[in-house]
Each structure stands twice: as structure tokens, then as C-alpha cells.
């Protein structure tokens, strides 16, 4: 069964602007991990974060983490056509559960 | 991170036959792989856990029988979709977690069951 749920669920911006995906979960994590997917493709890890970290960067990327929310974020500052993927939050226990993704598409 | 194949990527098959997926982890000794399927824009849901050595762990709702699976080795556990049917048509992707507890994801299988 799916653990985290993201939102919004399609998402459709402009190249430069920033594109701002939530996920939020039910029960409790050791991690939460963000990954994208292109079309009938696999999926990429972008970033891990451990219950106990509340944000992280990487690149163009940051990830918060709210435990007491259960809930997490990912943002992607100037987006870019090559940016258009779905994207997944997935918790972590002793296996794996995805969220059902965002949809984000950038134009140029 | 860890390097995962699949193989095929992509088959497809009549009604009734057997198909098997290989997932190997490269350079990675993985004593657990995860299997997920994915239907056209939806998320991926868990399947089983493959445990090397031992028998997989199904999650409800998937039929064992059905769906088999073997972890022979560190490096490699198969799937395999018995008597497939039109609605298993749908994208197999497997993972393996590393010691990072970060997952690595195979490229994935498409099947089609005509």
C-alpha cells in the first residue's frame, strides 16, 4: 500500500520559476527520499533526509522535513525544460512506499 | 550508488505464457532487492521483498504463486509472471537498498501481455 501522498498532483510552470511539490505520510520514518521519474523510464535518486535532519540542499534542490507534520517538500529553484519528470516522495522503514508523484512539467 | 539492470526491458507475450525478469545489482552485493510495478501514471507499489537465500515476502494482494520470485545470489533476483494475463501488462522495476539505506532503482521491464 502507498505511504505518502504528494500535492499537488500536476504541476505546470514556466522555465525559471521555482516549482514547489509537498508530501505528506502516515506513519513514522527513519527517511523520507525524493526521486524523479521520465516517462516509462526508471527512477532517480535525488535526495535522502533522515528523520532527525529538517532540510537539505543539493544543487538546485531542497528538501524540509517536518516530523511532527509528517509531512515533506521539495523545491527546485530555477527550473528548467529538462526538469519536466514526475516526482516522488518515498518513506522508509524496512522497505520502501511511494507517494503517488507529482506531475511537473516545465516549458521554455 | 549502486548499479541495477534489468533484463529485458522490454516483452512481450501471449496469454498463458510464463515471463521471467532479471534484476543484478552491479556493484553492489544486495541481500534484499524489492520488486514494484507501475501502471501508466501512477505510483509504484511495492510487490514483494526479495530476500537472498530465503523465500520473498509478498505484500497483500499479490498472489505468490503468480508472481515468483528468486534471490539466488547477491547480485541477482528473478521474477518470474506465470500464466500472464492482459491485466499483469504493466512496468516492473526492482530496487536494491544499500547499506546507506538509500534505493537504487533498475531501469525497468515493460510487459505486454497480448
Known amino acids: 500500500s502507498q505511504q505518502g501522498e504528494e500535492d499537488p498532483q500536476a504541476l505546470s510552470i514556466q522555465e525559471g520559476e521555482n516549482a514547489t511539490m509537498n508530501c505528506s505520510y502516515k506513519t513514522s520514518i527513519n527517511n523520507l527520499q525524493w526521486y524523479r521519474q521520465n516517462s516509462g523510464r526508471g527512477l532517480v535518486h535525488l535526495i535522502l533526509?533522515?528523520?532527525?535532519?529538517r532540510e537539505k540542499h543539493s544543487g538546485r534542490l531542497r528538501v524540509t522535513l517536518d516530523t511532527s507534520k509528517k509531512s515533506s517538500s521539495l523545491l527546485i529553484t530555477a527550473s528548467r525544460a529538462a526538469d519536466t519528470a514526475s516526482y516522488f516522495c518515498?518513506?522508509?522503514?524496512?522497505?520502501?512506499?511511494f507517494g503517488a508523484g507529482t506531475r511537473l512539467t516545465v516549458k521554455p | 550508488g549502486a548499479v541495477v539492470s534489468q533484463h529485458p526491458s522490454r516483452v512481450i507475450c501471449k496469454s498463458g505464457t510464463s515471463v521471467k525478469i532479471e534484476c543484478r545489482s552491479l556493484?553492489?552485493?544486495?541481500?534484499?532487492m524489492f520488486w514494484y510495478r507501475q501502471f501508466p501514471k501512477k505510483s509504484l507499489m511495492l510487490m514483494a521483498t526479495s530476500n537472498e537465500g530465503s523465500k520473498a515476502t509478498y505484500e497483500q494482494g499479490v498472489e505468490k504463486d503468480k508472481f515468483l520470485i528468486n534471490h539466488a545470489s547477491l547480485t541477482l533476483s528473478t521474477l518470474t509472471v506465470t500464466s500472464a494475463h492482459p491485466e499483469d501488462s504493466s512496468f516492473y522495476i526492482c530496487s536494491v537498498r544499500t547499506r546507506a539505506d538509500t534505493q537504487y532503482f533498475g531501469p525497468g521491464t515493460r510487459l505486454t501481455v497480448l
Open positions: 556493484d553492489f552485493q544486495a541481500t534484499t
Open positions: 518515498a518513506t522508509s522503514n524496512n522497505d520502501m512506499r
Open positions: 533526509i533522515r528523520s532527525n535532519e
